[in-house]
């Protein structure tokens, strides 16, 4: 094994150690979150961009923002853990996150001009505890 191939898994092992034991293991909910946050800064981003509006300074913010959700949710599972509850706390901070990505990349999705069916507002509305209709 050569030193290359030794510290990549390293790192592999080190990563999935630290997934753990920061968010209770890999879950699909932390797999759509994570797909949630990249979407939403990539039409953020080309929102922007649509509107002329492009800034280094308030990427940057926005990246510093979707690390704090990251930071939130891991000490969700941190919590769930000293209670001894299964991921309640956990989902319940990523049920809330994916709530609001959503609305953001609708939200962008908006400042391009382009239509958001109402079925799919409606649906947001419900995720953040709306009233539904």
């Known amino acids: 094994m050569n030193s290359f191939e030794f510290l990549y898994r390293s790192a592999a092992i080190l990563l999935g150690a630290a997934v753990g034991y920061l968010f209770g293991g890999w879950s699909m909910l932390v797999s759509i979150l994570l797909a949630f946050i990249v979407i939403d800064y990539v039409s953020g981003v080309l929102a922007a961009a649509y509107l002329g509006k492009l ?38 901070v990523i049920f809330f996150y994916l709530a609001n990505e959503l609305l953001s990349i609708l939200e962008n999705a908006g400042k391009t001009g382009l239509p958001v069916p109402e079925q799919v507002t409606k649906m947001v509305d419900i995720l953040k505890g709306g009233k539904k209709q």
């Open 55 to 92: 800034s280094s300074s308030i990427g940057f913010h926005g990246i510093a923002k979707k690390a704090m959700i990251i930071v939130v949710v891991a000490a969700a599972h941190l919590a769930d853990t000293a209670m001894g509850t299964e991921h309640i706390a956990r989902d319940a």
